[in-house]
């Protein structure tokens, strides 16, 4: 069971090997064993997931088609809408908020026949990176408990690696798919902004948020993204495209594949046992026929100021609405302006009020322009520079973050931890798709690369980390914590 992906498992539903129901009694008995350790799950859906388990059973028997994720585990962050379940954010403010309608990527998933065994963890309301910000504490890493899993999806990539879950949907504004997944030793991937809907997406930042897969290995990272993906005319950002089948770019063949490697993404704070890691891919990669390209992403270097300038200033106004008077958490108060103040002090946690704050700061009449409005304009400088960059590359190859996961409290100031995010916030501010895989190991942790594609270049870089993952099966290993009995 260890290594267990989508299409294993759905290979030996198919033939009968097992059922769905067996399967999915195995691992709510395995994420039941080991959520005393990694606390990767907020809530559980036991009795919904074995009873959609038995139905995929049932299809299976009448011979009827069923889809590659169908009767499969997964989990799906808490910050994604499933209808009649809680959806927290893992936070204090919708500690007991029940979502009423379903999102887009449920609704398709729902389509798929999947199996949901519960909502993961989470920083809260998505804004961190290492899971320490969420009200209900914190996620582990399968790797080492002592070490964070990442943020914000770290209790996704936590399933995932302690086999809680054969697959789980995260959500990345800065990082928060591949950063996590780096870190535990897994497949995540960020598509274009705008391939996935949004709709359903508690929000965070509403032009850098997006819904994606993390997985064991890239051929689930594309099966996730083939049942996600999808036009949907309820967000207004979704790109109404041709639904695609992103397993086609799954070749081992990188013959005459152009990888641009930007010096910028390899300066100082990332660690040299990591850029060794990300060099060595690259030399595996001219081996087999791609061409190596240098170009020059120079905004790099302003991609984390920009990102705490825009980031929060949406934060601050999607936020606004969770003033105790709508719905969620409320605290009494001796006017309706007291109960606002006491309601959004005891509700946020230290690291969404700070966001908050420094949104409003940036948005306020005397600083617009001296700050957010300057952000955007490098944003642009930014997106020119990887549009320079793509006319000279197919793919940019990058390291997913400085380093491997990090101990509990190892930063003891926020813009430290910020800082962190160098690798990953330039993707999202450009609206780019990128995957991390597991490139290399230093002192038993695992350490990432990302691939990033142009704007809906997916299966460029599918392609392009499917080469790399079959050439070192090595490097696709169960977590200490996630050894599961035959």
């Known amino acids: 069971m260890n290594q267990m992906t989508i299409h294993d498992l759905h290979e030996k539903l198919l033939a009968k090997e097992l059922s769905a129901v067996e399967l999915t009694k195995t691992f709510i008995a395995h994420r039941d064993a080991a959520e005393g350790e990694i606390h990767a799950y907020l809530s559980t859906s036991d009795e919904a997931a074995l009873a959609k388990a038995a139905a995929v059973d049932a299809k299976i028997a009448a011979g009827e088609p069923v889809s590659d994720m169908a009767g499969i585990p997964g989990a799906i962050k808490d910050n994604i809408c499933i209808k009649g379940e809680t959806c927290t954010a893992a936070s204090r403010m919708l500690e007991h908020w029940v979502a009423p309608y379903n999102a887009t990527v449920i609704e398709k998933l729902e389509a798929a026949d999947y199996v949901s065994l519960g909502k993961t963890n989470l920083d809260e309301f998505a804004m961190g990176s290492s899971t320490e910000n969420s009200y209900f504490g914190p996620s582990r890493n399968p790797w080492n408990t002592e070490c964070v899993p990442g943020g914000s999806s770290g209790g996704s990539a936590a399933a995932v690696a302690a086999n809680e879950a054969v697959w789980a949907l995260g959500s990345d504004t800065g990082g928060s798919i591949r950063q996590p997944a780096s870190f535990c030793g897994l497949v995540g991937l960020k598509p274009t902004y705008g391939l996935v809907s949004r709709y359903g997406l508690l929000a965070f930042a509403s032009s850098l948020d997006q819904i994606g897969p993390i997985v064991k290995d890239v051929t689930d990272a594309a099966i996730v993204l083939n049942a996600i993906a999808g036009h949907d005319p309820r967000d207004s950002t979704s790109i109404p495209m041709e639904k695609k089948d992103y397993k086609e770019a799954l070749k081992t063949d990188v013959k005459g594949l152009r990888i641009g490697v930007p010096d910028e993404f390899f300066g100082p704070g990332i660690k040299e046992e990591t850029k060794e890691a990300v060099k060595s891919a690259l030399a595996f990669y ?187 099966p090595e490097l696709t290993r169960t977590a200490p914590k996630g050894e599961m009995e035959a």
């Open 286 to 472: 001219e081996k087999e026929g791609a061409e190596i390209v240098p170009v020059s992403i120079p905004h790099i270097k302003s991609g984390v100021s920009v990102y705490y300038i825009i980031a929060p200033a949406e934060a601050s106004s999607n936020l606004a609405r969770y003033d105790g008077v709508g719905f969620g958490f409320r605290m009494p108060g001796e006017d309706i302006v007291d109960m606002y103040i006491k309601t959004r002090s005891a509700g946020f946690g230290k690291e969404v009020k700070r966001r908050i704050m420094l949104g409003n700061y940036v948005l306020s009449a005397g600083y617009y322009d001296a700050y957010y409005l300057k952000a955007l304009k490098v944003r642009h400088l930014l997106k020119d520079d990887f549009d320079r960059a793509f006319a000279q590359c197919d793919v940019i190859a990058a390291p997913s973050a400085s380093g491997a996961a990090f101990r509990f409290g190892a930063f003891s100031d926020p813009l430290s931890l910020y800082m962190e995010d160098i690798c990953t916030v330039p993707v999202n501010l450009v609206g780019a798709p990128s995957i991390s895989i597991p490139v290399g190991f230093h002192d038993g942790m695992p350490l990432g690369m990302q691939l990033i594609g142009p704007a809906l270049g997916e299966e460029r870089i599918l392609n392009a980390a499917y080469a790399f993952e079959q050439a070192h």
